[in-house]
Structures are given as structure tokens and as C-alpha cells.
């Protein structure tokens, strides 16, 4: 059997393509909110991930060590409540901090839910993080400029009010 020829193939399948409103794709990508706060979270990820990279951690690890540090002992729901994100999320987030022996989960008391602790390694790591997580704070308000840095928190979190309500 003889190969059809790729020009032809492609030819053909260029033809039936369906048309898309590049003008409204345009307008979308311009003004979607998602979109664009996605973006800006890849950026901003990447500045914080960058800073924290010599203490082996991620800016998403970071600020979930941040948080059982400030909760001491919290069961995996409440967590994920308090960091905004969904429990199945939350769990695979925890593996690799599990794993590395910064976070210890046991069960609770009707052995349904997890309860989290942030372990002495995991104190240490976060105390080790602090100064590298400082100079990434510090990249991005000197980046937007204090003023416009505090507004952008204060649009975020009532942006984050309205919209969980």
C-alpha cells in the first residue's frame, strides 16, 4: 500500500478546519478575566518558585507550610479551606512535603479525616525559606511599585470575597 502524500493530506484536512472568530478570540483573550489572572499567576509563580529554589521548595509548597504553620494542627479540609483550594488538590500537594518528612498526617478522631502537622524539618524549612521568599516579595513590589502593589492585594482579596459568596 502507498503512503498518501502529506501535502495532499494536509491540504485536505486545512480545508475542512472549522472557521473561528479570531475578532471575538481577540476580545476574549484581551478581556478575559480568567485568562489574565492566569497569566499573571504564572508570572508572579515564577518569580517566587525562582527565589525559593535553593530550599528546594515551590511558592505553592511554600505558602501551604506557611499555612499549617499558622493553623499548628488543622485537618486536611480546614486547610483547604483556608488556602481556597479543593481537597483533592490539597492532597497532592501534600505528598512530596509528606514524603520529604516536612508535614506528618494521622488520622482523626473518627479516622475519616486527616489531621496536619508541620513537622521540626518542615519549622526548619520554613524558617529557611523566609529570607529567599522576602526577596521575591520584595521583586514584585519594587516591580508594580508599593502603591499599586497594595491595591492589586486589596482588589484580590475582595475579589476573592465576593466571588466565594
Avoid at 484536512?13 to 484581551?30: K, Y
Avoid at 488556602?83 to 509528606?98: C, F, I, K, N, Y
Avoid at 524558617?127 to 499599586?148: F, K, Y
Wanted: aromatic share 4%; net charge neutral; charged share 20%.
Amino acid at each position: 500500500m502507498q503512503s498518501p502524500d502529506i501535502k495532499c493530506v494536509h491540504t485536505y484536512m486545512a480545508e475542512r478546519r472549522l472557521p473561528v472568530d479570531f475578532v471575538r478570540c481577540a476580545e476574549i483573550a484581551g478581556s478575559c478575566t480568567n485568562f489574565n489572572i492566569r497569566k499573571l499567576t504564572r508570572t508572579v509563580s515564577a518569580i517566587y518558585d525562582d527565589a525559593l529554589r535553593p530550599t528546594g521548595l515551590r511558592g505553592t509548597q511554600f505558602t501551604l507550610l506557611v499555612a499549617l504553620a499558622l493553623l499548628e494542627t488543622a485537618t486536611v479540609t480546614s486547610v483547604a479551606t483556608a488556602m481556597g483550594v479543593d481537597r483533592t488538590s490539597l492532597t497532592r500537594a501534600l505528598v512530596p512535603l509528606e514524603r520529604a518528612g516536612l508535614v506528618e498526617s494521622v488520622s482523626g478522631d473518627d479516622g475519616r479525616e486527616r489531621v496536619l502537622t508541620l513537622t521540626n524539618a518542615g519549622s526548619a524549612r520554613v524558617n529557611e525559606a523566609i529570607g529567599h521568599w522576602e526577596e521575591a516579595q520584595q521583586r514584585v513590589v519594587d516591580a508594580l511599585g508599593n502603591p499599586r502593589w497594595k491595591e492589586l492585594l486589596a482588589s484580590l482579596q475582595a475579589a476573592s470575597t465576593l466571588l466565594a459568596s
